[in-house]
């Protein structure tokens, strides 16, 4: 006790600068979970937490035995899967070749480029999607003209959704995802090219053996804790793009809870759903851990 009182001591003003950190988690997200217990029970807001009747699994058993349980199951892996597919080495690629650029009013220029999309809000995303993908759209007109395709109703086909809503995640946050590839690049050692070129490596070569071992901690990294939301799909995002009509890939579990909590007030099972989906989150996130403890010199504990 006296050596943690000696350190806040010492260090009393770098915990004052942490305090609103560690408010904002204490009070939007430890404090939160003292709720959860509606989970297992049928919860009430006039008998209130205390006062509501225990139900145990039954909100467990019932989204488990419900008749979309696989959809939502599949539509959120499949997801997720696709965003680290392609969206996360997006970024690896896009620092990859900025690094490769000797002209710096060009890297600059596009690193500026890519990264403005990142400050839209995702209101303003969507609606630039269904003002461009309707069916008298500038993506229709122009397929119409060029190739003489006809129109399609990109927004409300639900074969479509999952290619709009990666290829949109990739634009709008490729460019913001390079920033800490391009840090990682810049901590390696110039004297490690410079040996490469010695040894007659090309720039292939360079990037194989030098650029992407000095970034991998960082890759590692990055990914463990994408694994630990893969079944956190963007939702707000989701909840703008999809409709009844694209339910069938649309649908995850986020957007499901959203209705069945907000929507249809059934508490309960949406406290049980979510806390479905946080115990997935959080075991897949310790085995991502431990694999990668395993298997290399990484890891997050």
Same mark, same amino acid.
């Given at each position: 006790?006296?050596?943690?009182?000696?350190?806040?001591?010492?260090?009393?003003?770098?915990?004052?600068?942490?305090?609103?950190?560690?408010?904002?988690?204490?009070?939007?997200?430890?404090?939160?979970?003292?709720?959860?217990?509606?989970?297992?029970?049928?919860?009430?807001?006039?008998?209130?937490?205390?006062?509501?009747?225990?139900?145990?699994?039954?909100?467990?058993?019932?989204?488990?035995?419900?008749?979309?349980?696989?959809?939502?199951?599949?539509?959120?892996?499949? %997801?997720?899967?696709?965003? !680290? #597919?392609?969206?996360?080495?997006?970024? *690896?690629? @896009?620092?990859?070749?900025?690094?490769?650029?000797?002209?710096?009013?060009?890297?600059?220029?596009?690193?500026?480029?890519?990264?403005?999309?990142?400050?839209?809000?995702?209101?303003?995303?969507?609606?630039?999607?269904?003002?461009?993908?309707?069916?008298?759209?500038?993506?229709?007109?122009?397929?119409?003209?060029?190739?003489?395709?006809?129109?399609?109703?990109?927004?409300?086909?639900?074969?479509?959704?999952?290619?709009?809503?990666?290829?949109?995640?990739?634009?709008?946050?490729?460019?913001?995802?390079?920033?800490?590839?391009?840090?990682?690049?810049?901590?390696?050692?110039?004297?490690?090219?410079?040996?490469?070129?010695?040894?007659?490596?090309?720039?292939?070569?360079?990037?194989?053996?030098?650029?992407?071992?000095?970034?991998?901690?960082?890759?590692?990294?990055?990914?463990? %804790?994408?694994?630990?939301? !893969? #079944?956190?799909?963007?939702?707000?995002? *989701?909840? @703008?793009?999809?409709?009844?009509?694209?339910?069938?890939?649309?649908?995850?579990?986020?957007?499901?809870?959203?209705?069945?909590?907000?929507?249809?007030?059934?508490?309960?099972?949406?406290?049980?759903?979510?806390?479905?989906?946080?115990?997935?989150?959080?075991?897949?996130?310790?085995?991502?851990?431990?694999?990668?403890?395993?298997?290399?010199?990484?890891?997050?504990?």
């Amino acid at each position: 006790m006296q050596r943690i009182v000696k350190d806040f001591r010492r260090n009393k003003l770098i915990y004052l600068m942490l305090s609103p950190a560690v408010l904002y988690f204490l009070i939007f997200h430890y404090g939160p979970m003292y709720g959860m217990q509606i989970a297992f029970k049928d919860y009430s807001i006039h008998l209130g937490f205390t006062g509501s009747p225990w139900a145990g699994l039954e909100h467990f058993k019932e989204f488990f035995n419900n008749f979309y349980f696989f959809r939502i199951m599949r539509n959120t892996i499949l %997801l997720s899967v696709y965003s !680290l #597919l392609f969206a996360f080495p997006a970024g *690896i690629i @896009l620092a990859l070749l900025l690094n490769e650029i000797r002209s710096t009013w060009f890297k600059r220029s596009v690193q500026t480029i890519t990264y403005m999309p990142h400050f839209i809000s995702l209101v303003v995303v969507v609606g630039i999607m269904f003002d461009f993908l309707a069916r008298d759209g500038l993506i229709n007109q122009l397929l119409s003209a060029l190739f003489g395709f006809e129109p399609v109703s990109f927004m409300r086909e639900a074969d479509w959704f999952r290619f709009l809503y990666i290829g949109s995640g990739i634009w709008q946050n490729i460019g913001w995802s390079s920033i800490i590839f391009l840090a990682a690049i810049a901590t390696i050692d110039p004297s490690l090219y410079e040996a490469a070129k010695i040894d007659g490596a090309s720039r292939w070569r360079q990037t194989w053996n030098v650029t992407l071992p000095g970034m991998a901690p960082t890759i590692i990294i990055l990914l463990i %804790l994408n694994i630990g939301q !893969l #079944l956190t799909v963007g939702n707000e995002k *989701i909840l @703008l793009m999809y409709n009844p009509i694209t339910y069938e890939t649309a649908d995850v579990i986020g957007t499901y809870t959203y209705r069945k909590g907000i929507l249809e007030t059934d508490y309960s099972y949406a406290a049980a759903v979510g806390m479905f989906n946080a115990v997935i989150s959080f075991s897949l996130l310790i085995i991502a851990n431990s694999i990668s403890r395993k298997v290399s010199e990484t890891k997050l504990w």
